[in-house]
Protein backbone atom coordinates (compact mmCIF):
# COMPACT_ATOMS: atom_id res chain seq x y z
CA UNK A 1 0.00 0.00 0.00
CA UNK A 2 1.46 3.38 -0.98
CA UNK A 3 0.94 6.06 1.92
CA UNK A 4 0.78 9.56 1.20
CA UNK A 5 0.80 10.85 4.29
CA UNK A 6 0.61 9.03 7.56
CA UNK A 7 -0.69 9.33 11.04
CA UNK A 8 1.24 8.71 14.19
CA UNK A 9 -0.89 8.00 17.02
CA UNK A 10 0.63 6.35 20.60
CA UNK A 11 -0.90 2.78 21.40
CA UNK A 12 -0.23 1.52 24.58
CA UNK A 13 1.91 -1.38 24.29
CA UNK A 14 -0.59 -3.27 26.40
CA UNK A 15 -3.17 -3.48 23.04
CA UNK A 16 -0.84 -4.96 21.24
CA UNK A 17 -0.30 -7.67 24.16
CA UNK A 18 -4.26 -7.86 24.46
CA UNK A 19 -4.51 -8.61 20.92
CA UNK A 20 -1.71 -11.57 21.85
CA UNK A 21 0.42 -10.26 17.95
CA UNK A 22 4.19 -9.45 17.78
CA UNK A 23 5.66 -6.08 17.38
CA UNK A 24 5.89 -6.26 13.72
CA UNK A 25 2.32 -7.67 12.82
CA UNK A 26 0.91 -4.41 15.12
CA UNK A 27 0.85 -2.03 12.59
CA UNK A 28 -0.94 -3.97 9.99
CA UNK A 29 -3.27 -5.06 12.73
CA UNK A 30 -4.24 -1.69 13.70
CA UNK A 31 -4.89 -0.65 9.74
CA UNK A 32 -7.19 -3.26 9.31
CA UNK A 33 -9.05 -2.44 12.51
CA UNK A 34 -9.15 1.03 11.66
CA UNK A 35 -10.31 0.07 8.24
CA UNK A 36 -12.81 -2.27 9.22
CA UNK A 37 -14.22 0.16 11.73
CA UNK A 38 -14.71 3.11 9.04
CA UNK A 39 -16.33 0.44 6.93
CA UNK A 40 -19.01 -0.65 9.67
CA UNK A 41 -19.61 2.68 10.48
CA UNK A 42 -20.24 3.78 6.91
CA UNK A 43 -17.66 6.33 6.46
CA UNK A 44 -15.74 4.22 3.74
CA UNK A 45 -17.22 2.33 0.58
CA UNK A 46 -15.48 -1.34 0.33
CA UNK A 47 -13.25 -0.29 -2.20
CA UNK A 48 -11.64 2.69 0.30
CA UNK A 49 -11.48 -0.14 3.02
CA UNK A 50 -9.28 -1.84 0.97
CA UNK A 51 -7.01 0.49 0.48
CA UNK A 52 -6.85 1.76 4.15
CA UNK A 53 -6.07 -1.55 5.10
CA UNK A 54 -3.32 -2.48 2.39
CA UNK A 55 -5.24 -5.31 1.03
CA UNK A 56 -4.81 -6.73 -2.71
CA UNK A 57 -8.70 -7.41 -3.55
CA UNK A 58 -11.90 -6.63 -2.51
CA UNK A 59 -12.62 -10.61 -1.69
CA UNK A 60 -9.69 -9.97 0.99
CA UNK A 61 -11.77 -7.28 2.97
CA UNK A 62 -14.87 -9.65 2.35
CA UNK A 63 -12.88 -12.35 4.24
CA UNK A 64 -11.60 -9.48 6.94
CA UNK A 65 -14.84 -7.84 7.09
CA UNK A 66 -15.86 -11.62 8.31
CA UNK A 67 -12.95 -12.20 10.64
CA UNK A 68 -14.15 -9.05 12.47
CA UNK A 69 -18.10 -9.86 12.18
CA UNK A 70 -18.96 -7.26 10.62
CA UNK A 71 -21.93 -7.17 7.68
CA UNK A 72 -20.98 -7.19 4.48
CA UNK A 73 -23.22 -4.05 2.78
CA UNK A 74 -22.86 -3.47 -0.92
CA UNK A 75 -23.60 -0.06 -1.53
CA UNK A 76 -25.03 2.10 -4.54
CA UNK A 77 -20.92 3.86 -4.17
CA UNK A 78 -19.61 0.11 -4.16
CA UNK A 79 -21.43 -0.84 -7.63
CA UNK A 80 -20.34 2.96 -9.21
CA UNK A 81 -16.51 2.09 -8.12
CA UNK A 82 -16.94 -1.99 -9.46
CA UNK A 83 -18.33 -0.37 -13.06
CA UNK A 84 -15.88 1.83 -13.14
CA UNK A 85 -13.11 -0.58 -12.57
CA UNK A 86 -15.08 -2.49 -14.89
CA UNK A 87 -14.93 -0.08 -18.02
CA UNK A 88 -11.31 0.76 -17.27
CA UNK A 89 -10.58 -2.79 -17.49
CA UNK A 90 -12.94 -3.16 -20.79
CA UNK A 91 -11.58 -0.61 -22.32
CA UNK A 92 -14.17 1.85 -24.80
Same mark, same amino acid.
Given at each position: ??? /??? $??????????? &???????? %?? $??????????????? /?????? &?? $?? &?? @?????????? @? /?????? %?????????????????????
Amino acid at each position: MET /KEV $ERVEIPRAART &AAGISEGE %FP $EYVREAVAVSLYRSG /KVSLGK &AV $EL &AG @LPSRWEAMAL @L /KRYGAW %FDLRAEDIVEDADTLGQLLGP
